[in-house]
């Protein structure tokens, strides 16, 4: 693979098209007249998906799901332009297709894009543990890992400015007096988001500690769960879908933020974090493809796989911060049905528990 950063350099075909989410039929046909003015009217289908909890989702075709030229249409959900670079989506759309690792972004609309139906189907949340399945994934990072960014342009991880960013946010959406801040930094299960303030602080103690933590950065997506992975049984294949999130950022952040994917988003359960085991597993893999994909010696250590993994361990304090962050914003805006407060409470509750422990952690512990 030619490792080189970029999409294909086309502008993108935009439609001054609205859809109206509660009755996007009328919409939809409308852009569909654009990109597939050949489908009658009369026979084009739509399927909704229920998937995602931040976006609307819906599949247009004629005659099957599974036959080509299906579009596929996603509605932005509500106040998502506060916290997702659109353009940025755009463009890893292009890089990631423009390399092989996922689908053709067909137009952009006022509220939405339109792309193309990756063949298989979404990734079931037990396959996770499934050695043949996770191994693909493993394999499929390295590759997207290796991608390149332009010459001349240097790659900043995006997870500090991102942080601070829905900071900011939060501080307007969160009133609490000093007085019921008190109990929040300790590892016992939270019962409500902890204050603005003590949310700061454990900013700049995450960044303190993990700028310490030599992660190279590379191309994430960076929010690889399951709804995000569509797994074809016929080809043996996995595919990432959904860039909203992707660019440039820690290695071992999107590494991390995956294996905390394997406690589930609807009831969020750590006991499904994968196994010590599991995950050097996982490295190894990844690190075989991640060193194939950029063209050096294949060959994988113990050293290496416990170096990434204390990595790992860290950063994914990171995402866990990064996502309670994220559900507190949405608990706010978001139209979508789901308790987000719940979900902000579980990621948080699970980044004070491990956060000592993580922190601690060092190669001679493993060496000796």
Sequence with gaps: MDPEFGGSGDQLLHLDIIVDQRDPRRGILKLLSKLRPEWKTQHIQMKTFTEGI???????YVGSLQDPGCVLVRLYGRMTELYVNRNQEVEMFQVFHAHGCGPQIYCSFQNGICYEFVQG????????RQPSIYRLIAAEMGKIHSIQPKRGQPAEPLLWTKISHFLTLVKSSITRT???????????????????????GEMESLKRHLSQT?????????????KNIIYNSQEGTVKFIDYEYADYNYQAFDIGNHFNEFAGVTDVDYSLYPSRELQRDWLTTYLESYKHSTGREVTVTDAEVTQLYIQVCKFSLASNFFWGLWAILQSHYSSIDFDFQRYAIARLSYYFEKKEEYFGLTLSQFTN
């Design 121 to 128: 189907t979404v990734l079931e949340d037990e396959l996770l």
């Design 54 to 60: 931040t976006n609307q989702l819906i599949g247009c």
């Design 214 to 226: 030599d992660s190279p950065t590379v191309l994430c997506h960076n929010d690889l769960l399951t």
């Design 178 to 200: 000093p007085a019921e801040q008190s109990c929040t930094k300790s590892s016992a299960a939270l019962q409500e988001v902890p204050s603005y303030e003590v949310l700061m």
